[in-house]
């Protein structure tokens, strides 16, 4: 039996049982780690050897004692490194904090650590989360497991290839226009990005505030939502942390069936841009959500083409204001080279921020800039309402909504990186959900031509997150696509 190969809860089942011990498992996830990690480069940094498995050897010596097991003890996470954890260092994937070391955990790993858990690294991103592709990182890109010379998508590619290569049974992502469900769709795995507000971001380096999100990458949708179990909850130090029950999530993934759910098919998502393979094997997940007892609708979102344009101004907007702070001052990366206090800050600045996210401060600072605020940020904020309306009203009508997560399989590494904008329209699919602050889950449905993974995407009304993973755990049981593992040569 392969342990690495386990979902999380197959291994949590046994680790619970005391058929294996918190040492097997650390040795079994350092040695496929070992033996993976130099062609994908999922992590940026790594937990010691030695660390890991004294900290497996300890737990072992306490439950001889006392066996009390909690969901996560000794489960092997890994977690983005734009999430601060306390003594292991967080650098957003950026040289302006290559050496910044977290003097506290954010509220989502604080359960973790609080359970036991293994921590095995931190994954690599695109800088500050900005992209779609893991290839704007200060460390170099992530490959995919699946075709290692392709993007693993981004921002959270490093968290998605490395539970695809099976270098960790779980991974934490945020996604803010998409970078949890993007990745997880070309990696093959699933991504839950949940309600915004449903998770705390205290402790997630901010990108666009009112955007980002943590969520769960994970092999089964049973295991995001014993995943989500941990993370949800309310969290006073977050202002936008949400008041709201939190449910049994792993309850609504026992149904098999979808009898009595309303599924709706936006047009919007199925015009020119869509790859051919991408929309039939989403067409045909589809015809499965209806065989399994879905009653499938034909809706409208007619705000969505506006969506990519108000979203690059909403989320620079923020970024322009969340990475003032990064100055050279009180922490992170200073230039050396500098004549006096201004000079300092330029260089800094110049010298510590990768171009993809200079771009996005430059576009976000005109937007915010006097004389043209309400032009682009003001008008950018109404379509955002715009299309949460859209949302609202076709809930009205629905259950669910159904699309594909990317316009095409995974690309090839370095193919788009020079046209800005290719790249941004990737975000196509996955942004009008995070716009409108809706749960969202990609789950895998096939394969292209070449072999490359095909996500379906499933959508639902604010909070009702255990609709979305009961209407995704019913199709992963009638299909058989989770079973499928990238070989990695």
Not at 168 to 189: K, N, Y
Not at 361 to 384: C, F, H, N, P
Not at 440 to 453: K, N, Y
Request: include cysteine; charged fraction near 20%.
């Amino acid at each position: 039996m392969s342990l690495v190969k386990l979902s999380l809860q197959e291994l949590q089942r046994l680790f619970t049982c005391g058929e294996i011990s918190a040492f097997e498992i650390a040795r079994a996830y350092l040695l496929r780690i070992n033996q993976v990690e130099p062609k994908i480069k999922a992590y940026i940094t790594l937990t010691p050897k030695d660390q890991l498995l004294a900290q497996a050897e300890a737990l072992d010596r306490s439950l001889k004692a006392w066996r009390k097991t909690e969901p996560m003890m000794a489960m092997p996470l890994a977690i983005k490194d734009n999430i601060c954890t306390e003594g292991v260092r967080t650098t957003c994937g950026s040289i302006m904090l290559e050496h910044f070391v977290p003097p506290y955990d954010a509220a989502v790993v604080e359960p973790l650590r609080q359970q036991r858990f293994f921590l095995l690294g931190k994954t690599n991103l695109d800088e500050f989360a900005m992209g779609s592709s893991s290839e704007h990182s200060a460390f170099g890109p992530t490959k995919n497991p699946w075709k290692l010379t392709h993007s693993p998508g981004g921002s959270s590619g490093g968290s998605a290839a490395a539970v695809a290569a099976d270098e960790c049974v779980a991974a934490l992502g945020s996604d803010t226009g998409g970078s949890i469900r993007l990745p997880a769709a070309a990696c093959g795995v699933v991504g839950l990005k949940p309600t915004y507000g449903r998770v705390s971001r205290y402790g997630l380096v901010a990108f666009a505030s009112s955007l980002d999100q943590i969520g769960p990458i994970t092999k089964t949708v049973t295991d995001a939502a014993i995943l989500l179990n941990v993370l949800a909850k309310h969290d006073p130090r977050d202002s936008t942390s949400a008041t709201v029950p939190v449910p049994d999530f792993t309850k609504s993934t026992k149904r098999k069936d979808l009898k009595k759910l309303k599924v709706g098919i936006p047009q919007e998502f199925f015009t020119d841009g869509l790859d051919t393979e991408v929309e039939r094997t989403v067409r045909e997940a589809i015809a499965e959500l209806e065989r399994l007892g879905a009653q499938l609708c034909d809706i409208s979102l007619p705000m969505t083409e506006h969506a990519i344009a108000a979203y690059y101004l909403i989320a620079t907007a923020e970024a322009s204001s969340n990475l003032a702070r990064y100055d050279g001052v009180k922490y992170g990366f200073r230039s050396k080279e500098t004549r006096d206090l201004l000079d300092m800050y330029c260089q800094t600045r110049a010298q510590g921020f990768g171009p993809e996210v200079k771009r996005r401060i430059m576009l976000g600072t005109y937007a915010l800039s006097a004389g043209y605020y309400e032009a682009y940020y003001g008008k950018a904020q109404a379509v955002r309402t715009l299309i949460r309306q859209d949302f609202d009203a076709a809930f009205q009508e629905v259950d669910l909504i159904a699309t594909p997560v990317m316009p095409t399989p995974a690309f090839p590494l370095g193919e788009k990186l020079k046209d800005p904008l290719q790249m941004y329209l990737l975000d196509m699919y996955t942004i009008p959900a995070s716009l409108a602050g809706l749960p969202a889950i990609a789950v895998p449905c096939g394969f292209s031509s070449a072999g490359l993974p095909i996500g379906l995407q499933i959508m639902g009304r604010p909070f009702e997150e255990p609709l979305v993973l009961r209407a995704a755990s019913a199709y992963e049981q009638a299909t058989n696509w989770r079973k499928k593992r990238p070989v990695i040569r």
